[in-house]
């Protein structure tokens, strides 16, 4: 977890729009129909930082891109912005229209086709996207680009392709790869990923590699846990057996990925570096959210029992799960995970490091407990606190059976987590609406009361 605050609330979905298997989106009218586009007078640097300084994508909003194109490979164009908040690689595929204004290669079907065949040709390819015969880009991405490939065999596609790039593999990428290659359909069917490198004289080989672009099932019409939820908690209607099901579906994700993936023992270094983290979070958090500083004697005694506490292996996890990150699919496929992309705050290589399991547990137990904090502050407010309380135990139970592993014996470490993301919480709502700050704080100060017990 970043020491800084997050860009979206935690807790709940802010804007789900456009991310792998939703379809609440709206699209782009570019399709199949569109005019004829020119790639063989490829813009220069200057023309085209004109173009990518009015992209939603582009991170270093307010100032004049200083591009330099470093690659132009697998049919697409590598650019970095000395930017002054630091460089950034940036994939810019661009094409001409009829009138030669510059246009975005994402929204041309022959750029997407050719994506899709070079996805289909490349070693990490699971099974072939084929032709595609009709394209359409989501729209209100903030940092990638999803297009919906119709295919001639009749299957809808969703290609993310990646805005800016990294050295080193891409976490969602790699994850989702590993879980359905093992047959998991607890993620959207992966097809394949597009892997390149490019020029880089900062490294010692001075080549980098990364990920570029990445294919799996669409899933078209379904709700995130999110919504199930909050509705069937503001219509007093149980959530539990969902509930349970979907700790269920997490243990077996985490099953999955402990023989998919190297998992590693949470040796004495490792330990003292995560509770490390935790430490220097809860001062910076104690320094600008007042709310916290009581509580901070009391949390670092969680913090120093959870450091001498029995930790679990270490292994590949989701890194970033809250309700808004799971799919309500029809039974009995049940419960579909998105997003692997880890804390997006994080150096990406810190994200696919193995972690512990108990992170993700955590994350799901302070959601269910947004759910009753938006509730309460709706304008018919609703008392969800109870409903609150009976998901986080069923999901707990449901957990539990699916890993065999007893909870109560890691009761230490799963507190220290959710404190830690609670901590966290109470600084973005500080920031971003103090009048919701309440509902971490509450759940800090019953996190140290029960550890104190």
Same mark, same amino acid.
């Given at each position: 977890?970043?020491?800084?605050?997050?860009?979206?609330?935690?807790?709940?979905?802010?804007?789900?729009?456009?991310?792998?298997?939703?379809?609440? %989106?709206?699209?782009?009218?570019?399709?199949?129909?569109?005019?004829?586009?020119?790639?063989?007078?490829?813009?220069?640097?200057?023309?085209?930082?004109?173009?990518?300084?009015?992209?939603?994508?582009?991170?270093?909003?307010?100032?004049?891109?200083?591009?330099?194109?470093?690659?132009?490979?697998?049919?697409?164009?590598?650019?970095?912005?000395?930017?002054?908040?630091?460089?950034?690689?940036?994939?810019?595929?661009?094409?001409?229209?009829?009138? #030669?204004?510059?246009?975005?290669?994402?929204?041309?079907?022959?750029?997407?086709?050719?994506?899709?065949?070079?996805?289909?040709?490349?070693?990490?390819?699971?099974?072939?996207?084929?032709?595609?015969?009709?394209?359409?880009?989501?729209?209100?991405?903030?940092?990638?680009?999803?297009?919906?490939?119709?295919?001639?065999?009749?299957?809808?596609?969703?290609?993310?392709?990646?805005?800016?790039?990294?050295?080193?593999?891409?976490?969602?990428?790699?994850?989702?790869?590993?879980?359905?290659?093992?047959?998991?359909?607890?993620?959207?069917?992966?097809? #394949?990923?597009?892997?390149?490198?490019?020029?880089?004289?900062?490294?010692?080989?001075?080549?980098?590699?990364?990920?570029?672009?990445?294919?799996?099932?669409?899933?078209?019409?379904?709700?995130?846990?999110?919504?199930?939820?909050?509705?069937?908690?503001?219509?007093?209607?149980?959530?539990?057996?969902?509930?349970?099901?979907? #700790?269920?579906?997490?243990?077996?994700?985490?099953?999955?990925? %402990?023989?998919?993936?190297?998992?590693?023992?949470?040796?004495?270094?490792?330990?003292?570096?995560?509770?490390?983290?935790?430490?220097?979070?809860?001062?910076?958090?104690?320094?600008?959210?007042?709310?916290?500083?009581?509580?901070?004697?009391?949390?670092?005694?969680?913090?120093?029992? %959870?450091?001498?506490?029995?930790?679990?292996?270490?292994?590949?996890?989701?890194?970033?799960?809250?309700?808004?990150?799971?799919?309500?699919?029809?039974?009995?496929? #049940?419960?579909?995970?998105?997003?692997?992309?880890?804390?997006?705050?994080?150096?990406?290589?810190?994200?696919?490091?193995?972690?512990?399991?108990?992170?993700?547990?955590?994350?799901?137990?302070?959601?269910?407990?947004?759910?009753?904090?938006?509730?309460?502050?709706?304008?018919?407010?609703?008392?969800?606190?109870?409903?609150?309380?009976?998901?986080?135990?069923?999901?707990?139970?449901?957990?539990?059976?699916?890993?065999?592993?007893?909870?109560?014996?890691?009761?230490?470490?799963?507190?220290?987590?959710?404190?830690?993301? %609670?901590?966290?919480?109470?600084?973005?709502?500080?920031?971003?609406?103090?009048?919701?700050?309440?509902?971490?704080?509450?759940?800090?100060?019953?996190?140290?009361?029960?550890?104190?017990?």
């Amino acid at each position: 977890m970043s020491d800084a605050a997050p860009d979206q609330a935690p807790g709940e979905p802010i804007d789900r729009t456009g991310r792998t298997g939703r379809t609440d %989106a709206t699209t782009d009218p570019t399709d199949a129909t569109t005019e004829p586009t020119d790639r063989t007078h490829a813009p220069d640097d200057r023309t085209l930082a004109d173009w990518i300084a009015h992209q939603r994508w582009y991170t270093a909003k307010g100032t004049n891109p200083r591009l330099r194109t470093l690659a132009e490979t697998d049919g697409t164009r590598l650019v970095l912005d000395d930017a002054p908040t630091g460089p950034v690689l940036y994939q810019a595929p661009v094409t001409h229209d009829g009138t #030669g204004t510059l246009r975005d290669a994402t929204t041309d079907p022959d750029w997407i086709r050719d994506l899709a065949a070079r996805i289909d040709a490349d070693d990490e390819s699971l099974r072939p996207i084929g032709t595609v015969t009709a394209s359409r880009v989501l729209s209100g991405e903030q940092s990638n680009t999803s297009v919906i490939c119709d295919t001639e065999d009749g299957e809808q596609v969703i290609v993310k392709v990646f805005r800016v790039l990294h050295h080193g593999d891409n976490p969602d990428v790699t994850t989702q790869l590993a879980l359905s290659a093992a047959g998991s359909s607890r993620v959207p069917r992966v097809y #394949g990923a597009l892997r390149s490198t490019w020029p880089d004289t900062g490294r010692p080989e001075g080549i980098a590699t990364g990920h570029l672009a990445f294919a799996q099932e669409f899933l078209p019409g379904l709700e995130d846990a999110w919504r199930v939820a909050l509705r069937d908690a503001r219509q007093g209607t149980s959530f539990a057996t969902e509930a349970d099901r979907l #700790g269920a579906a997490l243990a077996e994700v985490h099953r999955t990925l %402990a023989t998919a993936l190297p998992t590693e023992p949470a040796d004495e270094e490792r330990r003292t570096t995560a509770i490390a983290a935790m430490h220097r979070r809860l001062a910076a958090a104690a320094r600008e959210a007042p709310a916290v500083a009581a509580h901070v004697d009391a949390v670092r005694g969680v913090y120093a029992r %959870a450091e001498q506490a029995v930790w679990p292996d270490l292994q590949r996890i989701h890194g970033d799960l809250h309700l808004g990150q799971v799919l309500a699919a029809p039974e009995p496929r #049940g419960w579909v995970f998105l997003d692997f992309e880890g804390e997006p705050l994080r150096p990406l290589a810190e994200r696919s490091l193995p972690d512990v399991t108990l992170r993700d547990v955590a994350g799901m137990l302070r959601s269910f407990d947004y759910v009753a904090g938006a509730l309460a502050q709706d304008a018919d407010p609703v008392d969800a606190g109870e409903w609150a309380h009976a998901a986080r135990s069923a999901f707990l139970d449901g957990y539990q059976r699916g890993t065999g592993a007893d909870l109560r014996a890691h009761r230490e470490l799963l507190d220290a987590f959710e404190l830690d993301k %609670a901590v966290y919480e109470v600084v973005y709502e500080t920031r971003n609406r103090p009048d919701w700050v309440g509902i971490p704080l509450a759940a800090v100060t019953r996190l140290v009361a029960r550890s104190a017990a």
